[in-house]
């Protein structure tokens, strides 16, 4: 069965230091990757997302993401945070009927 | 402005008592869905269409319905609704076809159901 799997349920850093929001996948075939974010009391916002080609994938607010096929992981990735990248990071696939399999969430706090 | 647009954002209503929460796209999308997300479940799609007159169940579709008359518009609809029907909903739509178009998503429908 198809599954995207987010180990870490929070994820805390301080301002100006990198942050890493692990995902993990599980799909048959060549895989459809994206992440979204959520902000409170809001929709879901495209970031980014992998289909094929450079395994680095750059995104909206600075966000980068790095697809490894062999590890099955396409973890997400800033430099430097900022106190408004605080918010819920989803992962998620794309199967083969169109539709898209999320993980469960990882709520990301910038601390000042 | 390209968006999703879902109505009502919050709704409070009784066991039983049948509603529809809307939504409409401004962007010729094909593929509309319908999710719920519940705390520790992340999304899990209820229905989806990938055209007008053709939908199909998604992974929770139970006590659901939808219908797709237009290309724009993908309402869902509760004809009994039940508290564990309590959650927040959201619809999405996308372009159909190559490259792996990215769906975009309406600003959440908060039901609770006492």
């Known amino acids: 069965a198809q599954s995207v799997a987010q180990p870490e349920d929070q994820v805390n850093v301080a301002e100006g230091n990198p942050l890493t929001v692990k995902c993990t996948y599980s799909v048959s075939g060549n895989p459809y990757l994206f992440w979204y974010v959520q902000y409170p009391n809001r929709g879901l916002q495209f970031l980014l997302k992998y289909i094929t080609g450079d395994n680095l994938v750059k995104g909206s607010y600075g966000f980068e993401a790095e697809f490894n096929k062999s590890q099955t992981s396409f973890h997400l990735k800033k430099p430097s945070a900022l106190v408004s990248d605080s918010a819920l990071y989803f992962c998620a696939v794309r199967d083969n009927t169109g539709k898209l399999i999320f993980g469960q969430g990882t709520t990301l706090q910038v601390k000042p | ?114």
């Open chain 2, 1 to 114: 402005e390209a968006q999703v647009t879902q109505n009502p954002r919050y709704l409070i209503t009784v066991t039983g008592k049948k509603l529809t929460v809307t939504c409409s796209q401004n962007m010729n999308h094909e593929y509309m869905s319908w999710y719920r997300q519940d705390p520790g479940l992340g999304l899990r799609q209820i229905y989806y269409s990938m055209n007008v007159e053709v939908t199909d169940k998604g992974d929770v579709p139970e006590g659901y319905k939808v219908s797709r008359k237009e290309k724009r518009n993908f309402p869902l609809i509760l004809e009994s609704p039940s508290p564990n029907q309590t959650s927040l909903y959201f619809c999405a739509s996308r372009l159909t076809g190559a490259g792996g178009p990215e769906a975009f998503f309406g600003q959440g429908t908060r039901l609770t159901v006492v």
